[in-house]
């Protein structure tokens, strides 16, 4: 039979609690440090970008196109701003839950009784 101590026990869960909360720490911060700006538009598809196009007195055809075409590239790179905050927010959840239950796997060998001395 394979014995463990309480000690080695409370070190193994409270130990991966701790590294999973590190690692869902990071996850809340390196997103910000990677893509700073994510949220914002761009200039190219800012909205004066866009008013511009619009009240372009040119061949209406062109204009039609240019804006079809406009909106598609803003809705394609807020979904991909979306994504990629969607995935850092499932690794936070993901790191936060297997935490707690490492961490309740701790408190749970705390509740162990006292092994009797003469084992």
Do not use: C, H, W
Request: aromatic residues 10%.
């Amino acid at each position: 039979m394979i014995s463990v101590s309480l000690r080695s026990l409370l070190l193994y869960n409270f130990g991966f609690a701790l590294a999973f909360l590190i690692i869902g720490a990071l996850s809340v911060y390196s997103l910000e440090y990677i893509k700073p700006n994510r949220a914002g538009e761009s200039p190219n598809l800012a909205s004066k970008a866009r008013l511009a196009i619009e009240n372009e007195q040119a061949v209406e055809v062109v204009r039609g196109r240019a804006l079809f075409y406009f909106d598609i590239a803003r809705d394609m790179r807020r979904a991909r701003v979306e994504d990629e905050t969607s995935t850092y927010y499932d690794v936070r959840i993901l790191a936060f839950a297997v935490a707690g239950l490492f961490a309740l796997g701790g408190v749970l060998a705390l509740l162990l009784p006292e092994r009797p001395a003469g084992r």
